[in-house]
């Protein structure tokens, strides 16, 4: 089991900033890959970024060069720094653990940015 716990959502005004923090129960080493996702009222849930184990990473189109997912593995804490938010950011931010092709979700983190 994987217990992942959100942090760092807020209301921030459009062109501001947000780091969003997820801790997990265990050593991230043993995980895969983690990820953020998000989802917007009336949306289906979409992938934001992800990184693997190994460091390699990857962005939604519409977050490239304004998001950066990082990871301290001292820490076993995945970071989701967001530049320059559009009102289209807003949405619940979920965080993802990957092990062993089983799925683990946190409870969720609301980000919502005003225009």
């Known amino acids: 089991q994987v217990q992942l716990v959100e942090s760092g959502g807020g209301l921030v005004q459009a062109g501001g900033s947000l780091r969003l923090s997820c801790a997990a129960s265990i050593n991230i080493f043993s995980i895969n890959a983690m990820a953020w996702y998000r989802q917007a009222p009336g949306k289906q849930r979409e992938l934001v970024a992800r990184?693997?184990?190994?460091?390699?990473?990857n962005y939604a189109d519409s977050v490239k060069g304004r998001f950066t997912i990082s990871r301290d593995n001292a820490k076993n804490t995945v970071y989701l720094q967001m530049d320059s938010l559009k009102p289209e950011d807003t949405a619940v931010y979920y965080c993802?653990?990957?092990?062993?092709?089983?799925?683990?979700w946190g409870q969720g983190t609301q980000v919502t940015v005003s225009s």
């Open positions: 993802n653990a990957d092990k062993l092709l089983t799925g683990y």
């Open positions: 990184i693997t184990s190994a460091g390699s990473r």
